[in-house]
């Protein structure tokens, strides 16, 4: 097998890539990763593709959506006070090696890989050669270039056990996602509420019905240029209230038009709100919002209510409405863990690390078992 690390993935052609990463998953499509990289989302915020391939013979087999980082922006696994700790020490933390989909903290494939391939002699080369392959490629990149670290981040499902047999510390989190267990609407829903929550999300709907303000979805696809122009503009004014500058261009949401999902709210024929989602098979994924008016509870409409009627209606079995907000449980969501894996060069730094994540990790598990005790759900719902 082959290893090509790219500073492009237009080197690579979608029908290539998408064979391996599939259709479930938005942030992982080529057409999503290629947008970043035409529409000035990535160099400027420290971001630099270095997309790793596995090939054998011409076939692409494997891939890993990889970047070179001059800063921690944009990553959702936070990692400063490791920088921290090596700029006291008189090393140099950046540049490191990073697997992630860019301004992006939701799980998804990391580690792509054919399901299905046979060498040239016909023998099968099965899946978790290739990941472990990938693993092994990107380690052995940063360790040759004299990268600090490689890192791993929102993995899922079996590429999480095969990193940690590699090697790699694992990290986790939580994050507050909702599942749909068969409801047949909002009101089927709120019956497995608790009564005190019914109470009080009917009480915040009301609040929003009772200001006369509509609410509509729309497919990105559809939107005309006045709702483009008005959509950004509310993105645009939240991260200028936040950090100065939107990190993602109107052009790059244009692009990646197909699973945007688009969320208006508007008050006697003017928009005060308006929400960025996109959709994947069977999971919505809330991303951005932004309003102009203060009216009280329209945040939880326009993001959470909006977005599980949205599920029900189409049959999506989950919604993750984005990263932190412990306030999400009272809503319907519970929390459930998001996971990294760290590969640090530095022996001295992997162990002090290694023992960070230790106790991070029991800290973390006691804080799980204290939100689930917050839980809006009847004793009886899982």
Not at 290 to 304: A, K, M, Q
Request: proline share 3%; hydrophobic share 35%.
């Amino acid at each position: 097998m082959k290893v090509v690390f790219t500073e492009s993935i237009a080197s690579v052609s979608a029908e290539q890539w998408n064979r391996l990463a599939g259709e479930a998953n938005p942030f992982i499509q080529h057409g999503f990763l290629l947008a970043l990289e035409q529409h000035d989302c990535l160099q400027n915020w420290g971001w630099y593709p270095q997309h790793c391939l596995l090939y054998d013979e011409d076939h692409l087999i494997g891939a890993c959506p990889a970047y070179l980082k001059d800063n921690s922006y944009g990553e959702f696994v936070f990692d400063w006070a490791w920088a921290d700790a090596y700029q006291k020490s008189g090393l140099e933390y950046y540049p490191k090696l990073v697997t992630s989909i860019p301004f992006t903290p939701a799980q998804g494939p990391r580690l792509l890989a054919s399901s299905r391939h046979l060498d040239a002699q016909g023998n099968p080369i099965d899946e978790s050669t290739i990941k472990k392959g990938l693993i092994d490629a990107l380690i052995s990149y940063a360790d040759d270039e004299g990268y600090s670290s490689t890192h791993f981040l929102f993995c899922e499902g079996n590429d999480i056990r095969l990193l940690t047999e590699r090697g790699l510390m694992l990290r986790f989190d939580y994050q507050f996602h909702w599942r749909n267990h068969g409801y047949l609407d909002f009101d089927h829903f709120m019956e497995a509420l608790t009564s005190k929550r019914r109470k009080n999300i009917r009480r915040e709907r009301k609040k929003v019905a009772d200001s006369n303000i509509m609410i509509e979805v729309i497919d990105g696809c559809d939107l005309d240029e006045e709702q483009w122009d008005i959509l950004y503009a509310y993105y645009r004014v939240t991260f200028m209230k936040k950090s100065g500058a939107p990190t993602l261009t109107q052009d790059f949401f244009k692009a990646v038009s197909h699973p945007l999902r688009a969320v208006f709210a508007y008050h006697e024929g003017r928009t005060v709100a308006a929400a960025i989602c996109f959709q994947g098979e069977d999971t919505l994924y809330g991303r951005h919002w932004g309003c102009s008016d203060n009216y009280d509870s329209l945040h939880f409409e326009v993001c959470y209510y909006t977005g599980i009627e949205h599920c029900i209606n189409n049959n999506l079995q989950t919604f993750e409405p984005g990263a932190q907000g412990e306030h999400k449980i009272w809503r319907g969501f519970l929390p459930t863990k998001t996971h990294s894996a760290h590969w640090i060069r530095d022996d001295k730094f992997r162990a002090a690390i290694q023992d960070f994540l230790q106790r991070e990790a029991a800290a973390m598990e006691h804080h799980g078992e204290l939100l689930m005790e917050s839980s809006p759900y009847k004793k009886t719902t899982s």
